[in-house]
Protein backbone atom coordinates (compact mmCIF):
# COMPACT_ATOMS: atom_id res chain seq x y z
CA UNK A 1 0.00 0.00 0.00
CA UNK A 2 1.49 3.39 -0.75
CA UNK A 3 1.48 6.14 1.85
CA UNK A 4 -0.68 8.54 -0.32
CA UNK A 5 -3.28 5.63 0.52
CA UNK A 6 -2.89 5.32 3.95
CA UNK A 7 -4.19 9.02 4.17
CA UNK A 8 -7.16 8.18 2.65
CA UNK A 9 -7.98 4.93 4.66
CA UNK A 10 -10.95 5.04 7.29
CA UNK A 11 -8.76 5.02 9.53
CA UNK A 12 -7.87 7.93 11.78
CA UNK A 13 -4.30 6.35 12.93
CA UNK A 14 -3.80 6.04 9.04
CA UNK A 15 -5.04 9.84 8.50
CA UNK A 16 -2.81 10.87 11.39
CA UNK A 17 0.18 9.42 9.18
CA UNK A 18 -0.54 10.89 6.15
CA UNK A 19 0.59 14.09 8.48
CA UNK A 20 3.32 13.01 10.93
CA UNK A 21 4.25 9.71 9.48
CA UNK A 22 8.25 10.80 9.09
CA UNK A 23 10.86 11.25 11.07
CA UNK A 24 11.95 14.60 10.46
CA UNK A 25 8.04 16.05 10.22
CA UNK A 26 7.81 14.81 14.45
CA UNK A 27 11.36 16.01 14.94
CA UNK A 28 10.05 19.35 13.56
CA UNK A 29 6.78 19.18 16.11
CA UNK A 30 9.12 18.29 18.61
CA UNK A 31 11.13 21.58 18.40
CA UNK A 32 8.53 23.91 17.95
CA UNK A 33 6.77 22.54 20.80
CA UNK A 34 9.73 23.26 22.77
CA UNK A 35 9.65 27.31 21.62
CA UNK A 36 12.18 26.78 18.53
CA UNK A 37 10.06 28.26 16.34
CA UNK A 38 12.03 30.13 13.62
CA UNK A 39 13.99 28.50 10.57
CA UNK A 40 17.60 29.54 11.43
CA UNK A 41 16.88 27.81 15.09
CA UNK A 42 14.98 24.44 13.53
CA UNK A 43 17.47 24.29 11.24
CA UNK A 44 20.82 24.39 13.69
CA UNK A 45 18.68 22.54 16.27
CA UNK A 46 17.79 19.44 13.53
CA UNK A 47 20.98 19.64 11.86
CA UNK A 48 18.67 19.40 8.63
CA UNK A 49 19.15 20.19 5.02
CA UNK A 50 17.26 23.53 4.27
CA UNK A 51 15.26 21.79 1.77
CA UNK A 52 13.97 18.91 3.21
CA UNK A 53 13.07 21.67 6.49
CA UNK A 54 11.26 23.75 3.96
CA UNK A 55 9.38 20.84 2.57
CA UNK A 56 8.51 19.82 6.33
CA UNK A 57 7.18 22.89 7.35
CA UNK A 58 5.24 23.82 3.95
CA UNK A 59 3.41 20.59 4.82
CA UNK A 60 2.55 21.15 8.41
CA UNK A 61 1.13 24.46 7.26
CA UNK A 62 -0.59 23.15 4.07
CA UNK A 63 -2.03 20.53 6.93
CA UNK A 64 -3.13 23.36 9.62
CA UNK A 65 -1.15 21.75 11.72
CA UNK A 66 1.75 25.24 12.12
CA UNK A 67 1.12 28.97 10.94
CA UNK A 68 3.21 31.45 9.97
CA UNK A 69 3.84 34.63 11.92
CA UNK A 70 5.69 37.23 10.27
CA UNK A 71 8.40 39.01 12.95
CA UNK A 72 10.34 40.55 10.28
CA UNK A 73 9.21 42.02 6.59
CA UNK A 74 12.45 43.03 5.10
CA UNK A 75 13.19 40.63 4.37
CA UNK A 76 10.39 38.28 5.09
CA UNK A 77 10.56 36.14 7.87
CA UNK A 78 7.90 34.12 10.09
CA UNK A 79 7.92 32.06 13.02
CA UNK A 80 5.88 28.62 13.26
CA UNK A 81 3.85 28.13 15.36
CA UNK A 82 1.38 25.19 16.51
CA UNK A 83 -2.11 26.03 15.51
CA UNK A 84 -5.23 24.39 18.02
CA UNK A 85 -4.74 21.37 15.74
CA UNK A 86 -1.36 21.03 16.19
CA UNK A 87 -1.73 21.58 19.93
CA UNK A 88 -4.03 18.64 19.62
CA UNK A 89 -0.41 16.42 18.53
CA UNK A 90 1.18 17.24 21.99
CA UNK A 91 -0.47 14.41 23.82
CA UNK A 92 1.58 12.18 20.79
CA UNK A 93 4.62 13.41 21.15
CA UNK A 94 4.51 12.70 24.98
CA UNK A 95 3.22 9.35 24.37
CA UNK A 96 6.25 8.84 21.92
CA UNK A 97 9.01 10.35 24.96
CA UNK A 98 7.50 7.81 27.09
CA UNK A 99 7.64 4.93 25.32
CA UNK A 100 11.02 5.92 24.06
CA UNK A 101 12.61 6.68 28.17
CA UNK A 102 10.72 3.09 29.25
CA UNK A 103 11.55 0.77 26.07
CA UNK A 104 14.32 1.90 24.73
CA UNK A 105 16.54 3.72 27.24
CA UNK A 106 14.91 2.22 30.38
CA UNK A 107 14.60 -1.74 30.97
CA UNK A 108 10.72 -1.13 30.38
CA UNK A 109 9.91 -1.11 33.62
CA UNK A 110 6.89 0.83 34.65
CA UNK A 111 8.03 3.46 37.28
CA UNK A 112 7.28 7.28 38.71
CA UNK A 113 11.37 7.73 39.38
CA UNK A 114 14.65 7.53 37.28
CA UNK A 115 18.14 7.05 37.86
CA UNK A 116 20.80 9.63 38.28
CA UNK A 117 22.48 7.78 35.85
CA UNK A 118 19.34 7.67 33.42
CA UNK A 119 18.21 9.77 30.17
CA UNK A 120 15.19 10.82 31.93
CA UNK A 121 17.07 12.36 34.80
CA UNK A 122 20.34 14.12 31.94
CA UNK A 123 17.44 15.52 30.48
CA UNK A 124 15.87 17.46 33.22
CA UNK A 125 19.15 18.89 34.60
CA UNK A 126 19.70 19.77 30.73
CA UNK A 127 17.28 22.44 31.22
CA UNK A 128 19.46 24.82 33.55
CA UNK A 129 20.41 27.86 31.56
CA UNK A 130 16.89 27.61 29.23
CA UNK A 131 14.43 29.64 29.24
CA UNK A 132 10.98 28.48 29.86
CA UNK A 133 8.46 30.06 27.16
CA UNK A 134 5.15 31.26 28.47
CA UNK A 135 2.93 28.12 29.50
CA UNK A 136 -0.04 28.93 30.30
CA UNK A 137 -2.27 26.15 32.80
CA UNK A 138 -5.11 25.85 34.67
CA UNK A 139 -5.43 26.04 38.17
CA UNK A 140 -7.59 24.19 40.95
CA UNK A 141 -9.53 27.43 41.01
CA UNK A 142 -10.25 27.25 37.56
CA UNK A 143 -8.64 30.33 36.36
CA UNK A 144 -5.46 30.71 33.93
CA UNK A 145 -1.71 30.55 35.81
CA UNK A 146 1.34 30.91 33.56
CA UNK A 147 3.96 28.83 34.66
CA UNK A 148 6.35 31.57 34.91
CA UNK A 149 5.80 34.20 37.02
CA UNK A 150 5.62 38.14 36.31
CA UNK A 151 8.09 39.22 39.09
CA UNK A 152 10.81 37.00 40.98
CA UNK A 153 11.67 33.37 41.67
CA UNK A 154 9.30 30.54 41.53
CA UNK A 155 9.86 27.02 42.49
CA UNK A 156 7.80 24.40 40.11
CA UNK A 157 7.27 20.83 41.23
CA UNK A 158 6.19 18.62 39.33
CA UNK A 159 4.35 15.36 41.03
CA UNK A 160 2.52 12.41 39.93
CA UNK A 161 -0.49 12.23 41.70
CA UNK A 162 -2.09 13.45 44.71
CA UNK A 163 -5.88 12.99 45.66
CA UNK A 164 -8.19 14.12 48.88
CA UNK A 165 -10.56 11.18 50.71
CA UNK A 166 -12.83 10.71 47.65
CA UNK A 167 -16.66 10.45 48.34
CA UNK A 168 -18.65 8.49 46.52
CA UNK A 169 -19.56 11.04 44.17
CA UNK A 170 -16.68 13.49 44.05
CA UNK A 171 -12.31 12.57 43.16
CA UNK A 172 -12.04 8.91 44.15
CA UNK A 173 -9.71 7.22 45.43
CA UNK A 174 -5.91 6.65 43.78
CA UNK A 175 -5.85 4.26 40.92
CA UNK A 176 -5.42 0.76 40.97
CA UNK A 177 -1.78 -0.66 41.34
CA UNK A 178 -0.62 3.07 42.16
CA UNK A 179 1.18 2.24 45.32
CA UNK A 180 2.99 -0.61 43.90
CA UNK A 181 4.91 1.87 41.04
CA UNK A 182 7.99 2.90 42.57
CA UNK A 183 8.18 6.75 43.08
CA UNK A 184 4.25 7.55 43.35
CA UNK A 185 4.77 7.63 47.33
CA UNK A 186 5.05 11.02 49.10
CA UNK A 187 3.09 13.40 46.87
CA UNK A 188 0.72 14.51 49.87
CA UNK A 189 4.33 14.76 51.65
CA UNK A 190 6.07 16.93 49.26
CA UNK A 191 2.99 19.01 48.59
CA UNK A 192 2.33 19.67 52.72
CA UNK A 193 6.33 19.96 53.29
CA UNK A 194 6.12 23.24 50.81
CA UNK A 195 3.19 24.35 52.02
CA UNK A 196 4.70 23.95 55.77
CA UNK A 197 7.90 26.14 54.47
CA UNK A 198 5.93 28.42 51.61
CA UNK A 199 6.87 31.55 54.08
CA UNK A 200 10.81 31.02 54.18
CA UNK A 201 10.30 30.41 50.44
CA UNK A 202 8.80 34.09 50.14
CA UNK A 203 10.79 35.28 52.90
CA UNK A 204 13.61 34.17 50.28
CA UNK A 205 12.25 35.76 46.95
CA UNK A 206 10.28 32.85 45.13
CA UNK A 207 6.64 31.57 44.94
CA UNK A 208 6.07 27.74 44.38
CA UNK A 209 3.75 26.23 42.14
CA UNK A 210 2.49 22.38 41.82
CA UNK A 211 1.74 20.67 38.71
CA UNK A 212 0.06 17.12 37.88
CA UNK A 213 -1.56 16.14 35.24
CA UNK A 214 -4.21 15.71 37.38
CA UNK A 215 -7.87 17.26 36.42
CA UNK A 216 -8.73 20.79 37.71
CA UNK A 217 -11.22 19.47 40.28
CA UNK A 218 -8.92 16.51 41.72
CA UNK A 219 -6.79 19.10 42.40
CA UNK A 220 -8.87 21.61 43.76
CA UNK A 221 -10.31 18.67 46.25
CA UNK A 222 -6.73 17.83 47.25
CA UNK A 223 -5.86 21.34 47.65
CA UNK A 224 -8.68 21.99 49.81
CA UNK A 225 -7.81 18.76 51.74
CA UNK A 226 -4.37 19.82 52.48
CA UNK A 227 -4.83 23.38 52.75
CA UNK A 228 -2.29 24.01 50.38
CA UNK A 229 -1.02 28.20 50.14
CA UNK A 230 -0.16 28.37 46.36
CA UNK A 231 -1.72 26.73 43.40
CA UNK A 232 -2.10 23.87 42.10
CA UNK A 233 -2.10 23.62 38.31
CA UNK A 234 -3.14 20.90 35.69
CA UNK A 235 -1.03 20.02 33.02
CA UNK A 236 -4.11 17.44 31.77
CA UNK A 237 -3.53 18.15 28.37
CA UNK A 238 0.13 17.68 28.67
CA UNK A 239 1.29 21.22 27.28
CA UNK A 240 4.21 21.97 29.56
CA UNK A 241 5.29 18.33 29.55
CA UNK A 242 5.39 18.37 25.86
CA UNK A 243 7.35 21.76 26.12
CA UNK A 244 9.97 20.94 28.01
CA UNK A 245 10.00 17.25 27.38
CA UNK A 246 9.96 16.71 31.14
CA UNK A 247 9.54 13.02 32.16
CA UNK A 248 6.64 11.04 32.32
CA UNK A 249 4.95 7.79 32.99
CA UNK A 250 1.76 6.00 32.15
CA UNK A 251 -0.55 4.61 34.53
CA UNK A 252 -4.89 3.71 34.88
CA UNK A 253 -4.44 5.42 31.18
CA UNK A 254 -2.88 8.43 31.74
CA UNK A 255 0.46 10.29 31.48
CA UNK A 256 1.73 11.38 34.76
CA UNK A 257 4.56 13.32 36.14
CA UNK A 258 7.55 12.14 37.37
CA UNK A 259 8.53 13.20 40.31
CA UNK A 260 10.85 16.59 39.47
CA UNK A 261 11.34 20.03 40.70
CA UNK A 262 12.21 23.22 38.98
CA UNK A 263 13.69 26.65 40.09
CA UNK A 264 13.31 29.33 37.47
CA UNK A 265 14.78 33.11 37.68
CA UNK A 266 12.93 35.78 37.66
CA UNK A 267 13.46 35.95 33.75
CA UNK A 268 11.85 32.56 33.90
CA UNK A 269 14.89 31.04 33.08
CA UNK A 270 15.99 27.26 34.80
CA UNK A 271 18.78 28.12 37.19
CA UNK A 272 18.53 24.61 39.39
CA UNK A 273 16.97 21.12 39.03
CA UNK A 274 16.21 17.85 40.88
CA UNK A 275 15.79 14.63 39.81
CA UNK A 276 15.40 11.87 40.77
CA UNK A 277 13.71 12.91 44.50
CA UNK A 278 14.06 9.87 46.51
CA UNK A 279 12.76 11.89 49.79
CA UNK A 280 10.36 14.30 48.66
CA UNK A 281 10.16 16.03 52.04
CA UNK A 282 13.91 16.52 52.27
CA UNK A 283 14.34 17.70 48.53
CA UNK A 284 11.77 20.91 49.94
CA UNK A 285 14.94 21.55 52.63
CA UNK A 286 17.59 21.70 49.36
CA UNK A 287 15.65 23.50 46.99
CA UNK A 288 15.07 25.80 50.07
CA UNK A 289 19.08 25.83 50.46
CA UNK A 290 19.73 26.18 46.66
CA UNK A 291 17.23 29.16 46.54
CA UNK A 292 18.94 30.85 49.26
CA UNK A 293 22.34 30.22 47.70
CA UNK A 294 21.37 31.50 44.81
CA UNK A 295 19.53 34.89 45.55
Not at 32 to 55: C, H, I
Not at 135 to 145: E, M, Q, R, S
Amino acid sequence: MRREDLADADCGIAQALGVVGDWWTVLVLREVAGGVTRFDGLQGALGVSRRTLTEKLAGLVDHGVLERRAYSTRPPRHDYVLTPRGEGLLPVLVALQEFGDRHLLGDGSLTATAASTSAESARVHALVGRTVPSTVLTGADGGAHDVRREEGWRVVFCFPGAFAPGAADGPGPYPPGWGDIPGTRGCTLEVTTYAAAYDRFLAAGADVVGVSSQRPDELRAFGDHVGAPFPLLSDDDLRLASTLRLPVFRSAGQERYKRQTLLLDPAGVVRAAQMPITDPAGSVAEMLAELTRLT
